[in-house]
Structure formats: C-alpha cells, structure tokens
C-alpha cells in the first residue's frame, strides 16, 4: 500500500509546459529555505537572539557591513541571521500545523464518510462551520487560548493554526470515502469478513489519502502567510522564542517610515519567496495528479531503425 | 479439512443434506426521497429486490440463478453472506459441523465469523480487489482477519490457495498489484482469496461475465475443479443460461425478485413451464450455444422494481396470460396507449372523451377514468376490446360501473402466483395449478 512516489513525480515530470516549470521552479525555492532551515546554526552568522558578540553590542539599526551582512534592527538584532533562522521557524511551524491538521482531518474524515448516518451529520455541520470562519480569526482566537498555556512558542503557533486545516483534510477524505465505500473492493472486505476498522484501515485509507499530498503543499503556503500574521499582530511567536519573519516585519514598519526600509524589505521578502514555492509546488502537484487538470507531454515515438534488407511485412 | 457428503442428486438426499434454507426471503431497499420528502418525514419509494424466495440448497450441488437485469440476483447472493439485510423471512445455514444457525439473525462479529464458511466471488475482478494490495497480502487477508495464519504459514497458505487456483509459479504472483494481473488471473485471486478460509459455499456472481471469452471457459473448469476437490456448494449467478446449462445442476429462473421457476437444469432446458423461461431459452439462439443471452428480452421493458405489476409481475410482458394474472390500471393506460398508436384520428377524437391517463399510474384494481360521459367512455372501450376480443386483460375485468363523467373498471383482484410443483420443477405461474395435495416445500 502506500502513496508510491515515483509514480506521482513521474505524472508530474510528464506534465507539459507551464505546470512543470512551476513545480520546479517552486521546489528550487523551497528547498533553499529546508537548507536554511537544517542548516541554520551553520549558515547564519549569529544566533537568532544574539544582540552582542564578545560583550560587543550590536549597532541599532546598522547598515550592511561584513560584520552584518543585512544590518541590524531595531533591537539590535543582525538581519541575516533573523532571515535564515526565520525560515526554521516557519517550516517548523507549517510542518506541524499541516501535520496536526491531517493527523485529525484524516481520520475524522474516513470514520465520517465511512460509518455515515448522525456522526457524519454532526462531524460535517461542525467541520462548516470551522470552515466558514475567517481563518485568521479562527487562528487569533486559538492564539489567544494557547498563550496562557502554551506561551509564545513554536508548538503554540503551530497549534494555533491546526484547527483553521482540519477541515479541508476532513472533507477531502470524507467525500472520496463516502464514494469509495461503495466501492466492491470494499464489498468484498466485508465479504472476507473484514470489521470496520479494518476496513477502513487496510481497504480505504490507501485509496482516500492520494489527494492529501497535494491540500499538504497548498496548505502549507496558507499557514505561512497566516504565522506571518498573527506574528504581525504580536499574537504569534515571541522574539526570544524563536525569529518569525511576520514579527521582524512589522517592528520594521515604523523606521520604514523614518525612511530606513531595509528592516522591513527582507523579511517581507523572505515571505513573499516562501509562500511562492510552496504555492508552486502545491499547485504544480495538484496539476500533475490531479486528472482533471493534467495535459501530458507528448513523448515521441521512436521507432527502431530499420535494417537494411528487412522485408515489410503486412 | 473435513469430509464432506458427495454430491446428492436424489430428492431425498438433497433434503437431508441442506445447506442453505431459506424461508420466504425478501430484501427490500427504501429508496431515499429527495430532500424535501425527508424534511417532511415521508418515506420514499420501497425496492423489493427480493420478495419471497424460498429454496434449499443442497450440499455438494451448483444451484443456478438465473434472470434478467434487476431481478435481484446479486440481492439475493449478498443476502446469503448476511451483505444485505433481510427484511423478512430467514435464511438457515446447515453447517457440516456446527448445526443450523440463522444467517438472517447474525450481527456484527458473529455475521463477520459466518464468512469463514460462506464466501463470494464477484462479477468483476478488478474492482473486486483493493488496488493498493499486493495479490500476497490480498489472499491471505481473510486468514489474516479471522486469525487463522500468520508469518511463514500464512505465505505459506497463500501460496496453496494461489496454486489451486493456477496462479503459480506462485512467486511470479505474490508481489504483483492487481493492476499487473490479466483479468482472467485477477478472477483466479479473488476466488483464491474465496477459498483460501476453505468455506463449505460459494456465491458466484457472473463470475466469467466480465471476462474474455477465450479465459471464461477456463474459469469454469477451475471453479469445477475446486467444487471436486474441496467439496464446495456453488450458488452460481448468472444472466448467461449457456452457462448456466453447462454448470449447474439445478436451476432458478428470477423475475422481479422473485423466483418463477426452480427445477433440475435439464428439466427446465427441455421442458420450460414458466412463459418467462420459455422467453429466456426463445432468447437463446439454438445452433450457437456460445451465444450470449442478451441482458434484457427484446419484447417490453423490465417494469420498475419499485412498483412492480399487481398478480403476477411477469403479466404485462406475458404472451401466455390469462384472467388470473392480475390485471390492474397501468395495464388499461397501456391498452388505451397502444389503440392510440394505432390511429391518430382515434386518439384526436378520445384523448377528450378519455381524458388524463396519468393517474392511473397508481396501481390499483380499480381504475376510474374518462370526462366525457360514461357511455362515451364505453364506447370506447368497446371499441379498444373490438380491436382484439382476445385480449386477457378484459378477462380479468369484473364489473364496469357508471361513475360520474366516466367509468369505474374493477379487475379481479390477485396476488402474485406462489411456487407449485409442476412436474420435476416448481413454477409460479397460474397455469400450472397445484398438482399434488401434499404440497412440496422446495
Ligand atoms: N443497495 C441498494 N439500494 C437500493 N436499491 C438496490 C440496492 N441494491 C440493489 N437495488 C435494486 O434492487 C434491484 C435488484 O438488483 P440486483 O443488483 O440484485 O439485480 P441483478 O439481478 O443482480 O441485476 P444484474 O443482472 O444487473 O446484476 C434493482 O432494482 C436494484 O436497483
Ligand atoms: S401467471 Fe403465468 S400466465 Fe399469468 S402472467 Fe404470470 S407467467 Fe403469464
Ligand atoms: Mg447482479
């Protein structure tokens, strides 16, 4: 069982023109951000929430030097370093956040679409009206319960932003149960006398979890923009918890307005690049799995030469 | 693996060596209304896939079922293995070793222990197997479930029940998808998967129907084989009575959830009672047994399950029916229908005298109709019964009365004909009346 993954990348690879482009292109961006993000200590000059080196402080509000390739801010931290460990933070954010929500969604939405009748009815009118939340409100709200318990942290932000997913991944598992269920593969579990759960185990969940991949990625651009910010609104990450980029950017906002902008530029930029991959490689997935979407590449024909002498046969 | 009897062909063996017994077996879906009927509490429509069978099966033998589209075979088969669920009557199952227990009763893990001894092949094979299974894991799932092998027995398990079945060299097999697999071998592992938990029957749903020709052959011999070897019973669902004749000692012939006729197979191929039967094997074209019987008879649409005819539900399709056969409103529609079709100037002048039709849709003994006056509506009506004196509908008619603008037509009132021996078979027909006193189970 299982998603096989040659078996997608290779649907995708065989997509014609533009979606492949995007995926690829999508993909180069975000594996840079993974090798921020793995390598941060390595790769970032200081660390995150070092505003001295040697008993040395930083500048505030320094421009670019060897020392501080981007500068520094306005609490004395160095630029570049907030910037790369920032890309840490954010993928350990969407990481989690998209993994709770599938964790939840998915089960929630096969035992829904599989046992049907009042449980589907009240997991379904619930997981709408989660969904017809503004999704930033719904991650405010969260935000605001988690702090007292949680506090500032990764954990809490990623939590916070759990709930705002669940429901795609429940009703895209549920509604491809509720027509594979009838399916007579299903039929004959039962028939081998397969109990529920392990018909939903064994039987369904292999075959109702292929779309999840693809919500995964789209998802996981959603959660950055919204991590961004709730942390510009000071509900997210604290700044000695971790470097958010949604932060960093909105202290910035005032000496952009003194006419220093480059504290705001790079974070601003580091999201704006972030969610551009992620985005790409979702929707570049989605077009390539997705049937109904996809043109192929037209691979040639090549027909082997033929020998001299060889005889046309009818 | 237990001894089981051989195959019984005498009547007396076949009853002391039961199986299966079902008693006035129905299955009935309730149609889900649309939205606003539900909101209102009203029930929708009532599918009465199976209404009414009762038969046994003996041990050892291959009962055919055999009927057009939608006459409820696959029902029938599913209620079997306790898949659908009954809604009257029961079904008893007879094991070799445990004693009757009634299949209709079972739930939840009871039901599920059941399948080790009642297994299905399905109509198509790759539907039929999970596509994110290897064929190792999909055989030996069953024994799996119900605890029965683990580690080195269960391949090793597999691997015999893959090697009945002539999936072998069985290593070729084991890891492959069913997507890899020919239709003809994807048959083979699902019946693989059917007898890998050795059970005493099998329900075979149109087995071969989706097959190649060249491989259906084949897939016939095997499940023969298997019946030899390992003492199965065989309920073998089919639309296809070439087949049929080929493979089953007795047959039942189904119409709209009901059998019409049961008997040994060559009893009904050489001398078919019921009308039905005789359309089916007319249907057959003699020098070309190969030939298929097409899924639905040329003559008439199968009448909606929901509301099937009154008396007999094969009488509006019936060339042989007679008054008893339960006449009813949508016949009459019917008749008028096709008088109109005959002659426009017929239908200009009437359509008015007549009427709406639509209401006689209803199925009812009583059918009102007419806007005109009663005695145009007479006229009418003896003009439609001049046109064929020979009708049998206007035999089963017992009174017309003046009401109103119109005509009140009752019809004798009959329910559908129940199973009567009839020489070797059983038939539900009015034509063949009881024949002896000492009425026959069957
Ligand atoms: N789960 C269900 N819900 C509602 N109606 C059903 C259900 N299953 C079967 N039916 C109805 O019951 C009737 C009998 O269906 P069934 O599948 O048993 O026929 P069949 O003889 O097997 O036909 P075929 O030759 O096409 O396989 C049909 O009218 C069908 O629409
Ligand atoms: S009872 Fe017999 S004769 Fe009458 S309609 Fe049915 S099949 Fe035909
Ligand atoms: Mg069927």
């Given at each position: 069982m299982a998603v096989r993954m040659p078996h997608w990348f290779r649907q995708i690879w065989n997509t014609k023109g533009l979606s492949r482009w995007i995926f690829l292109v999508g993909l180069f961006i975000t594996l840079v951000f993974v090798v921020f993000a793995i390598f941060a200590p390595w790769i970032a000059?200081?660390?995150?929430?070092?505003?001295?080196v040697d008993g040395v402080k930083f500048p505030k509000l320094?421009?670019?030097?060897?020392?501080h390739w981007l500068g520094t801010n306005d609490q004395f931290y160095d630029i570049a370093s907030r910037m790369i460990w920032g890309a840490r933070t954010g993928l350990e954010v969407v990481v989690m956040s998209v993994a709770f929500a599938g964790v939840i969604g998915v089960p929630l939405g096969l035992l829904s679409g599989f046992v049907g009748g009042w449980i589907d009815r009240v997991l379904v009118f619930l997981m709408d009206a989660i969904y017809a939340f503004p999704s930033l409100l719904l991650a405010i709200v969260f935000a605001f319960l988690l702090k007292n318990t949680l506090g500032g942290g990764v954990v809490a932000a990623a939590l916070s932003l759990t709930a705002i997913y669940i429901p795609q991944y429940f009703r895209v598992v549920r509604n491809t149960t509720v027509s594979a269920r009838e399916a007579t593969y299903v039929e004959a579990a039962r028939a081998i006398g397969a109990p529920p759960l392990t018909i939903m185990r064994k039987y369904l969940f292999g075959n109702v979890v292929q779309s999840v991949p693809v919500l995964g990625t789209l998802n996981a651009a959603d959660a950055l923009g919204t991590l961004a910010a709730l942390g510009f609104l000071g509900l997210g990450i604290q700044p000695n918890e971790a470097s958010e980029w949604g932060y960093d950017l909105s202290r910035a906002l005032d000496d952009a307005q003194a006419g220093n902008w480059l504290p705001a530029f790079w974070p601003g930029l580091m999201i704006v690049l972030l969610i551009t991959g992620l985005t790409f490689v979702g929707e570049g997935l989605n077009e390539g799995i997705n049937p109904a979407l996809r043109r192929r590449r037209l691979q040639k024909v090549v027909f082997p030469a033929r020998t001299a002498g060889e005889e046309v046969s009818s | 693996m237990p001894t089981k009897p051989d195959t019984a062909t005498t009547e007396n063996r076949e009853r002391s060596a039961t199986v299966l017994d079902l008693d006035q077996l129905a299955v009935h879906f309730q149609l889900q209304g649309n939205a606003l009927s539900r909101l209102l509490g009203l029930k929708g429509r009532v599918v009465k896939?199976?209404?009414?069978v009762s038969l046994r099966l003996a041990r050892g033998e291959v009962l055919g079922v055999v009927g057009e589209s939608g006459s409820g075979k696959t029902t029938l088969g599913r209620a079997l293995l306790g898949l659908a669920p009954t809604s009257s009557g029961s079904i008893t199952y007879q094991s070799a070793d445990r004693g009757p227990r009634v299949v209709s009763e079972m739930r939840g893990a009871e039901l599920r222990g059941l399948r080790t001894d009642l297994q299905m092949v399905f109509q198509d094979p790759h539907a039929a197997l999970?596509?994110?299974?290897?064929i190792e894991e999909a055989v030996g799932h069953p024994l799996v479930i119900h605890g029965m092998a683990q580690g080195p027995e269960l391949k090793r398990r597999v691997e015999e029940a893959l090697d009945k079945v002539g999936l072998s060299p069985t290593e070729r097999f084991l890891?492959?998808?069913?997507?890899?697999?020919s239709g003809g071998q994807k048959q083979r592992a699902v019946i693989a998967r059917a007898i890998i938990l050795d059970p005493e029957v099998l329900v075979a749903?149109?087995?071969?129907?989706?097959?190649d020709m060249s491989v259906r052959a084949k897939i016939l011999q095997l499940m023969l084989d298997l019946k030899r070897d390992l003492g199965l019973t065989y309920v073998y669902i089919t639309h296809d009575l070439a087949t049929a004749k080929y493979f089953c000692d007795r047959i039942a012939i189904m119409y709209l959830g009901r059998v019409v006729e049961i008997g040994p197979t060559e009893e009904i191929f050489d001398h078919p009672r019921h009308p039905y039967t005789k359309a089916l094997l007319a249907a057959i074209p003699e020098p070309d047994p190969e030939k298929m019987l097409p899924?639905?008879?040329?003559?008439g649409e199968i009448p909606d399950a929901a509301e099937p005819p009154l008396g007999c539900s094969f009488h509006p399709r019936c060339?042989?029916?007679?008054?008893?056969?339960g006449w009813e409103s949508r016949d009459l529609r019917a008749l008028v229908e096709e008088h109109w079709t005959r002659s426009d100037t017929a239908f200009d002048d009437e359509q008015q005298i007549l009427g709406?039709?639509?209401?006689?849709?209803?199925?009812?003994?009583t059918a009102t109709l007419g806007s005109g006056g009663s005695s145009a509506v007479r006229g009418i009506l003896d003009r439609i019964k001049g046109e064929d004196?020979?009708?049998p509908l206007w035999s089963g008619v017992t009174s017309i009365e003046d009401t109103g603008p119109g005509v009140t037509v009752h019809f004798e009132k009959a329910g559908p004909p129940a199973l009567r021996r009839a020489g070797g078979v059983d038939v539900a027909c009015v034509l063949y009346p009881d024949e002896t006193s000492d009425r026959d189970e069957a």
């Open positions: 000059p200081y660390h995150f929430n070092q505003t001295a320094g421009s670019a030097s060897s020392d | 896939a199976v209404d009414g999970n596509p994110s299974m290897t890891t492959k998808l069913p997507s890899d697999l749903d149109e087995p071969v129907s989706m097959l899924r639905n008879l040329p003559r060339p042989e029916a007679v008054r008893g056969c709406d039709l639509e209401h006689l849709d209803a199925p009812s003994t004196p020979d009708e």
